[in-house]
């Protein structure tokens, strides 16, 4: 029994000190001068399109970390028309998606694999590609689990999303459902100390 209890332990550890490692959250965040700070938000701001300003999170917020997602945007047909139902992504460390970090579902709700999550609400989109789901900025508004690295998250960013739209043609039957693959990434935002 203590081997057992031991080797849980200790996979446990390694698997928080890889997660760190693959995310670059083993060392404590250098303090942040306003010059760097100044950068950051511009080099932020690059990564939207001019009509998705207001994506853009309150100037009290600073970037922690970026996640990518990878699933289905699940959708059930009512008779008339597509209703979006939920999303189910795994999310990852990195952008070939490799070190499977947590789980995005309904709510909409961030999980890590050590069970800290939250959820959010949505403050505004914009769709710079027609193809595609809108981007979004949501805000935080339950935190819940043992602590991690969601924990201090206040606002969400959904950008560069390919796929995700509900189907064009009716359904077959009412209560038939599809599951629209789609890729996106999330920016975690924390407010600045």
């Given at each position: 029994?203590?081997?057992?209890?031991?080797?849980?332990?200790?996979?446990?550890?390694?698997?928080?000190?890889?997660?760190?490692?693959?995310?670059?959250?083993?060392?404590?965040?250098?303090?942040?001068?306003?010059?760097?700070?100044?950068?950051?938000?511009?080099?932020?701001?690059?990564?939207?399109?001019?009509?998705?300003?207001?994506?853009?999170?309150?100037?009290?917020?600073?970037?922690?970390?970026?996640?990518?997602?990878?699933?289905?945007?699940?959708?059930r047909w009512n008779g008339t028309t597509w209703i979006f139902v939920e999303p189910v992504a795994t999310l990852y460390a990195d952008a070939k998606y490799h070190n499977k970090v947590g789980m995005h579902y309904a709510g909409p709700t961030w999980e890590t694999n050590f069970g800290t999550k939250v959820t959010a609400a949505r403050v505004t989109a914009c769709t710079p590609e027609a193809t595609a789901i809108p981007w979004l900025l949501l805000q935080v508004n339950k935190t819940d689990g043992p602590g991690g690295i969601l924990t201090a998250t206040t606002y969400i960013q959904r950008i560069n999303t390919k796929g995700g739209l509900m189907p064009t043609a009716p359904g077959a039957i009412v209560g038939a459902t599809a599951e629209v693959p789609y890729t996106t990434e999330y920016i975690f935002f924390r407010a600045k100390n």
């Open positions: 029994m203590f081997k057992l209890g031991f080797k849980l332990k200790l996979t446990r550890a390694l698997a928080l000190l890889a997660l760190c490692t693959f995310t670059g959250l083993a060392q404590e965040p250098e303090p942040i001068n306003e010059t760097k700070q100044a950068v950051e938000v511009n080099y932020r701001a690059q990564d939207l399109p001019p009509a998705c300003d207001a994506l853009k999170p309150p100037s009290d917020q600073v970037a922690m970390f970026r996640l990518y997602a990878a699933g289905t945007q699940n959708y």
